[in-house]
């Protein structure tokens, strides 16, 4: 069965710092989603992408965050100097002609 | 914007019945999902309605009222492996999935 696979699956990093978090979404897959979710809070939406451009972002995704296509495959989210308030579960989903979005495993970003 | 609310918790008896309701507020409804989410883990894929009525699926249904702006999610012969939060999602047009604050649901023997 195809999946959305993200890397890493647990990321510290120290604040002030910048990280990647990866993503490999459904290969036939056209739009593509990042979400959050820090610890007992509720899941967010934070950007989405379509033909290689975002499409729709959330007030939570300021500069210091940017999405990259970089090849057919990956998609990427960088946060360009992590705060605290980072740390949190970042899921990324893809969707394709069903209605349904599949989620990754998430990557549990810890700024310290 | 989109208002979602749902039961903070819940808990339940194995081999019970449980519903899990949602109310939502958008414009432009486009569908109202329903996913299941273990702690630590990805939001997994329950439901979808787009209709009004029951959608069933094994030991899991759902339903919607489009006109109320309430849909519930119903489990049957519960298991201990079903605890877990439930989230619910509705869609507006073609935005991305707006998610509610989940109900944790706690199955107990």
């Known amino acids: 069965e195809p999946e959305v696979t993200q890397t890493p699956s647990h990321q510290v990093t120290q604040m002030g710092q910048e990280v990647i978090l990866r993503c490999v979404p459904i290969s036939n897959h056209l739009y593509f989603y990042w979400y959050r979710q820090i610890l007992g809070q509720k899941v967010e939406f934070l950007v989405s992408?379509?033909?290689?451009?975002?499409?729709?972002k959330s007030e939570i995704f300021d500069d210091q965050f940017s999405v990259e296509r970089p090849d057919g495959s990956n998609f990427t989210l960088k946060i360009r100097s992590t705060k605290l308030e980072d740390s949190a579960m970042y899921f990324c989903a893809s969707l394709g002609g069903s209605t349904e979005a599949f989620f990754g495993q998430g990557t549990r970003l810890t700024v310290v | 914007g989109q208002n979602i609310d749902q039961p903070t918790e819940m808990t339940a008896t194995e081999g019970a019945i449980v519903q899990i309701n949602c109310t939502y507020q958008t414009s432009g409804f486009n569908g109202l999902f329903w996913y299941q989410q273990h702690a630590g883990e990805a939001p997994t894929f329950l439901s979808y309605n787009v209709l009004d009525g029951l959608e069933e699926k094994g030991r899991f249904s759902s339903f919607l009222s489009r006109s109320k702006g309430y849909s519930y999610l119903l489990l049957k012969e519960l298991q201990m492996k079903d605890s877990a939060s439930y989230l619910c999602a509705v869609r507006s047009g073609n935005t991305p999935l707006v998610f509610g604050k989940g109900t944790r649901l706690s199955v107990i023997a």
């Open positions: 992408f379509y033909n290689n451009e975002i499409s729709e």
